[in-house]
């Protein structure tokens, strides 16, 4: 259960193979660069929320990412869902809906510049200074409330899927010519990135599926 620490979780999610892999969205897309809606009160529980929450899993695991958010394939929703360890070499798992990123004090966090990159700016890497901790407050899929504390890389990550349903990239967070030169070495090596995505589409198709 969401939440709650196990010994072991399945290296490929239940999630993820129930999930049908979707469209990866790009920067320049509208729909990355606008608030995303909030989920309303009766879409809680529903089988259509579930089955987003699966796509957005398999969609990130074919792209190889540690975190995903809604509008990172097309749907104008306040979710993301995540699969990450942390400094400590704890892996977590899980999603959140109507997340709100707390103003942590200065006290209990410290900057680092750690290289960070985007599924949605496809290729990339560069260093940029974040927390090293973070707090989400959410709901679950059926509404119940949620909490999640995060610290060095999942912080990060907890952050950046955030600031997506805020309308941000990262690279919005960066000097005028280090984002001109991400964009750049992105051109050169977006063709690449999708064709491995193509090809880990077909290694997720061929996994068998739950009972």
Known sequence: MQGE????????????????????????????HRRC???AE??????GLS????????????AE??????????VDLRAFVW??????????????????????PAAARRLVDTAEGCLSVPGPRTDLARPDAAV????DLVGRPLVVEGSGYFARCLQHESDHLAG????????????????????ERKADVFARREVRTGELAALPRPA
């Open 65 to 74: 990412g540690v975190g995903l958010a809604a509008n990172q394939i097309g």
């Open 37 to 39: 809606r909030d989920v």
């Open 83 to 104: 699969d990450c360890f942390d400094e400590d070499g704890v892996r977590h798992v899980g999603h959140i809906l109507n997340p709100v990123l707390d103003d942590l």
């Open 42 to 47: 009766e879409e809680f529980g529903t089988p």
């Open 168 to 187: 941000g990239l990262y690279v919005d967070r960066l000097a005028a010519g280090e984002r001109r030169a991400v964009l750049r070495d992105m051109e």
């Open 5 to 32: 620490p196990v010994e072991r979780y399945p290296e490929v999610p239940p999630e993820t193979l129930r999930g049908e892999v979707r469209r990866i969205t790009v920067i320049g897309e509208d729909v990355l």
């Open 136 to 139: 989400v407050r959410g709901r």
């Open 51 to 62: 089955r987003l929450i699966d796509d957005m899993f398999a969609t990130m695991w074919v």
